[in-house]
């Protein structure tokens, strides 16, 4: 049943993105680190804007989570999957969420990235 309604948020969160066409050149994740309240999303929300990044909010997960009665611990669940699929079509990411935390710095390490080339992880 989890599963289900996991699947069902991460679409929801899929069709809420803005998603443009893929841009051409190379193909990277954007990915701050910070502690909570550090100003990631003032940076990240306007810098994905002006690239043309999708950004994909580990806030707005957690809201969707909640609204569906779906405890935290889903959200890489969600979150993961949605990232190796838009880096797979190649979009360029901006990651609005702690980079720096235990498991997004091993997803990005461990090829997470699908096609993309590089990660910029701004400190």
Known sequence: MHGELV????????TSLQVGPVQT???????PVGLVGAGKTTVIKP????????R?????????LKARGLGYQFLMD???PLARELAGEGY??????DCGNP???NFRESGG????ESVLAPY
């Open 113 to 116: 990235r699908g096609r993309s």
């Open 47 to 54: 810098l994905s804007e002006r690239l043309s990044l999708v």
């Open 7 to 14: 699947a069902s948020a991460r679409d929801a969160y899929r």
């Open 78 to 80: 969600i979150v993961q």
């Open 92 to 97: 360029r990411i901006a990651f609005d969420a």
């Open 103 to 105: 498991q997004t710095k």
């Open 25 to 31: 050149g190379r193909q990277f994740f954007l990915c």
């Open 56 to 64: 994909i909010s580990h806030d707005e997960v957690r809201q969707m």
